[in-house]
């Protein structure tokens, strides 16, 4: 019975905190979020970081083309994440759980579209 108290604390813990981390963190520019996109190459990097930067209230963005995580530093007075993950999803890819805009999606160069750099990983 201790053992599965101590195991339902653990779960209860490290559950609160993975979602924590979906949370802005404040920075000094002002709030940081990170979002987990679909994109791919350094096509789509440029295209994110373009587009976001016109976006009222970004302070900077930086994709990881790697990890697809894009990093958004914003002014929390002018925007908040759910616009952020918008805004990511009417350029054309996924933002966390939301769905990319398929218009968008279909506007994309072709090397910025699902499975086009699967040659690289091998």
Same mark, same amino acid.
């Given at each position: 019975?201790?053992?599965? !108290?101590?195991?339902?604390? %653990?779960?209860?813990?490290? /559950? +609160?905190?993975?979602?924590?981390?979906?949370?802005?963190? &404040? #920075?000094?520019?002002?709030?940081?979020?990170?979002?987990?996109?679909?994109?791919?190459?350094?096509?789509?990097?440029? !295209?994110?970081?373009?587009? %976001?930067?016109?976006?009222? /209230? +970004?302070?900077?963005?930086?994709?990881?083309?790697?990890? &697809? #995580?894009?990093?958004?530093?914003?002014?929390?007075?002018?925007?908040?994440?759910?616009?952020?993950?918008?805004?990511?999803?009417?350029?054309?890819?996924?933002?966390?759980?939301?769905?990319?805009?398929?218009?968008?999606?279909?506007?994309?160069?072709?090397?910025?579209?699902?499975?086009?750099?699967?040659?690289?990983?091998?």
């Amino acid at each position: 019975m201790k053992t599965l !108290a101590i195991t339902i604390t %653990l779960s209860l813990f490290f /559950g +609160v905190t993975a979602w924590a981390q979906l949370e802005p963190i &404040k #920075v000094s520019d002002g709030y940081q979020v990170e979002i987990k996109t679909s994109a791919v190459c350094e096509m789509c990097k440029e !295209a994110l970081e373009q587009d %976001l930067t016109f976006e009222k /209230g +970004v302070k900077s963005v930086n994709l990881d083309v790697d990890t &697809k #995580v894009l990093t958004i530093v914003y002014n929390n007075k002018k925007t908040d994440p759910t616009t952020l993950r918008k805004r990511v999803t009417l350029v054309g890819y996924h933002a966390d759980t939301l769905q990319r805009d398929s218009e968008a999606y279909e506007n994309l160069p072709l090397c910025c579209k699902d499975g086009a750099h699967q040659d690289d990983n091998d």
